[in-house]
């Protein structure tokens, strides 16, 4: 399986968003052939405050049925290319709250898994700014697994990352690869980005694909920075992929045998079962 992770600047023109996301994809494919491409998390919008959430906000379909223009991107592009989609995130609109929301399609355009993040990022940066995540979203409370191609997916999103027991029971339900799409701050970023990638590869002994958003965008007048360096990482904590500052794409290959082996030398999870004691 070939693994691309998209890396966009979006902003707050949802429209442009998606053509964006919908050109970088296209020139992915045409020069790496993934058979599965990731975005980052709210490609659909960053920035703008509240209301633009809201405008650029979906309702989702039930099974099979029609929803809107963000989720019929993701399902077009799955279906044209013959290729599965992981949708980063994008706002779903709920009954009282939004949720941030990853969609996974198959080649065929069927979705077949959907995502609510479960951690919110309510937290204050090292340069004082404040982010309230909860004041928009509501919390998910269910851990998804999907499969493509007979590789097990293991779905979260960016803040997600930092709660190591949610990866610990992704590998326990059989994940190989673990899904990242971030918009993670640029101050944050660059001290635990890839170190806290390479940790969540290292103890679940999973593939990390992590999608991410790059560059500036305005906020309630405000200019904020995210980190980008979108990757990928082996089951050993490798780096095996990266993108470059910029709008762009990484692609590695997950080898199923480099899994099997760095899971029978170090065989994590068995010790885990055997030896589960009250702290």
Not at 40 to 58: Q, V
Not at 100 to 107: H, K, P
Not at 150 to 159: A, H, M, P
Not at 240 to 251: E, F, I, L, M, P
């Amino acid at each position: 399986m070939r693994v691309s992770v998209i890396q966009m600047n979006q902003g707050s023109d949802k429209a442009a968003n998606l053509d964006q996301a919908r050109r970088l994809i296209e020139a992915a494919i045409a020069a790496d052939r993934p058979d599965i491409v990731s975005l980052p998390e709210t490609w659909t919008n960053l920035g703008g405050g509240r209301e633009s959430r809201e405008a650029a906000a979906e309702l989702l379909p039930e099974p099979g049925g029609t929803g809107g223009p963000a989720y019929e991107m993701l399902r077009d592009v799955a279906r044209g290319a013959g290729i599965a989609v992981h949708g980063g995130s994008i706002i779903e609109r709920g009954p009282e709250k939004l949720f941030n929301t990853t969609l996974v399609f198959d080649a065929t355009g069927t979705e077949i898994a959907r995502y609510r993040k479960i951690h919110l990022f309510d937290i204050t940066g090292p340069d004082g700014t404040g982010y309230k995540e909860s004041a928009l979203y509501g919390a998910g409370d269910a851990i998804v697994t999907c499969q493509v191609g007979g590789v097990t997916l293991g779905l979260t999103i960016c803040y997600d990352m930092r709660f190591g027991e949610l990866y610990a029971a992704l590998r326990e339900r059989g994940a190989e690869v673990i899904f990242v799409p971030s918009n993670f701050t640029l101050q944050t970023g660059k001290d635990h980005w890839e170190a806290l990638l390479r940790a969540r590869a290292i103890e679940t002994q999973c593939w990390i694909a992590a999608a991410a958003s790059w560059g500036s965008y305005e906020e309630r007048g405000a200019q904020r920075f995210v980190y980008g360096h979108s990757l990928i990482a082996d089951p050993w904590g490798h780096v095996v992929a990266k993108a470059s500052d910029g709008r762009g794409w990484a692609t590695a290959r997950i080898d199923p045998a480099v899994t099997a082996r760095v899971r029978r030398d170090m065989p994590i999870l068995e010790h885990r079962a055997a030896r589960r004691v009250r702290l």
